[in-house]
């Protein structure tokens, strides 16, 4: 089920997330709930009437009225900019969905899951790992986490937390980590694929999220790597 149309929403808590992000709760009368790895459409009306919509992830999930979003801040994006630095509670948008039926888990679903997030692509994966915990699914998970920083990490502390949950997690960094970090620093490889994912021969469920070029690295590695192409699912995105 999805909200035919636009619906009203207001925004309910704004919470820093890193220098350029924010996660937002917004409040939306009538929600219907939604799966772990959907998204919204959201959109906002200027004074002069001028309109703006981008699609955000869900990092909620299930039945209530208020979905939770985290919003990176792209350079120069207006929508952006503006969730990151300006919105407050009380503030009025409105919202269409929830949207997408394929890149979402589902928790019915036995098959070792495998995910891979580059920058604010963890918000649909984290969405699904938190919903695993609810369900206290026994489905094997690990999560890869790719970051230039661990400054830039959203959800630090909640997916640092996921290992002692039963989700296997592996940090990486591209350009700088942590004090005492002894692994490599730089874009993720075949090799790191190879180490930190399930093996191709335990067919998991694949689901890789981030920039466009990032998304399309990894699903060349992995199918690279012997993993069935038909089990590697892909989300993406970029500034309009």
């Known amino acids: 089920m999805i909200v035919r149309g ?9 919470i820093p997330a890193t220098p350029t992000a924010r996660v937002l709760r917004v409040a939306v009368p009538g929600w219907p709930g939604n799966l772990p790895g959907q998204h919204l459409d959201l959109r906002l009306t200027a004074e002069d009437g001028y309109q703006a919509v981008r699609s955000y992830s869900i990092a909620s999930s299930g039945p209530g009225e208020t979905v939770e979003l985290a919003v990176d801040e792209v350079p120069d994006g207006e929508v952006s900019s503006y969730l990151v630095r300006d919105v407050q509670p009380g503030d009025e948008l409105e919202v269409k969905g929830p949207l997408g039926g394929y890149f979402v888990w589902r928790d019915d679903d036995p098959s070792a899951v495998q995910l891979i997030a580059g920058g604010s692509g963890i918000v649909p994966l984290l969405a699904m790992a938190r919903a695993r915990a609810r369900a206290a699914s026994v489905a094997p998970f690990r999560l890869l986490y790719s970051v230039r920083s661990p400054a830039d990490a959203l959800y630090r502390d909640e997916v640092a937390a996921l290992d002692a949950a039963g989700v296997a997690l592996t940090w990486a960094y591209t350009r700088s ?20 994912a399930f093996a191709p021969q335990e067919r998991p469920a694949v689901f890789v999220c ?13 199918v690279a790597l012997g993993h069935d192409p038909g089990r590697v699912r892909t989300e993406r995105f970029g500034g309009a």
């Open 210 to 222: 981030g920039p466009t070029g990032f998304v399309e690295t990894v699903a060349s590695a992995l």
């Open 6 to 14: 636009w619906a009203p929403a207001r925004v309910a808590d704004v």
């Open 177 to 196: 980590a942590p004090e005492g970090w002894d692994g490599r620093v730089g874009r993720l490889t075949e090799e790191t694929l190879r180490a930190a």
